[in-house]
Nanobody
Framework: VQLQAFGGGLVQAGGSLRLDCAVSGGTFSSTVMGWFRQAPGKEREFVAT????????YYADSVKDRFTISRDNAKNTVYLQMNRVKPEDTAVYYC??????????????????WGQGTLVTVSS
């Protein structure tokens, strides 16, 4: 299973950005997907997760009501729409696929497949 995230870049505070994660191999349509991020000097943290069918989502408190995770199983792609971004959202963002199971999860160790990360920089 290969995951490739793209869409990162420089954005002003208050602006919007969309991250895409294209998945190849495996059975994407039955895999729970998530987004995590790692800011400089900090540990990787959970951002959002979405169930295999897109009906269930869960967000970190820090991004709730600003970010939206979604997926298109026909395109094997998961998205992270980032609105009203803040400087503290600056990080490398990683998409990930859950190893086993169907429940959405915020636990990074439960994700077996990881993309290479895409850098998001929010200027104040």
């Amino acid at each position: 299973v290969q995951l490739q995230a793209f869409g990162g870049g420089l954005v002003q505070a208050g602006g919007s950005l969309r991250l895409d994660c294209a998945v190849s191999g495996g059975t994407f349509s039955s895999t729970v997907m998530g987004w995590f991020r790692q800011a400089p000097g900090k540990e990787r943290e959970f951002v959002a997760t979405v169930s295999w069918n897109g009906l269930n989502t869960y967000y970190a408190d820090s991004v709730k009501d600003r970010f939206t995770i979604s997926r298109d199983n026909a395109k094997n792609t998961v998205y992270l729409q980032m609105n009203r971004v803040k400087p503290e959202d600056t990080a490398v963002y990683y998409c990930a696929g859950l190893g086993t199971g169907w429940r959405i999860s915020r636990v990074s160790s439960e994700y077996a497949y990881w993309g290479q990360g895409t850098l998001v920089t929010v200027s104040s």
